[in-house]
């Protein structure tokens, strides 16, 4: 598993947890839904000020969603 996939797996077992859909992270994390989903399937590759949105809507520090990336 590549970079994107790990990043991927990171967010959408976060988000899960969180117990939050794609949606309510997206206006957490004031990004569209589309990028959500975009990044879960490692679609996109996030810049780091949307890591870091992303750690901030779901509450976490941005090495959560880093974990295990080579």
Known sequence: MGPSERFAAN???TRKE???SQETLARA???HRTE???LERAEREPR???I???ANGLGVPAA???DDLP
């Open 29 to 31: 994390a004031n990004l």
């Open 11 to 13: 967010l959408r077992k």
């Open 18 to 20: 969180a117990g939050l």
């Open 64 to 66: 959560v969603l880093l």
């Open 36 to 38: 959500i989903s975009l």
């Open 48 to 50: 780091l000020s949307t």
């Open 52 to 54: 870091v949105r992303l």
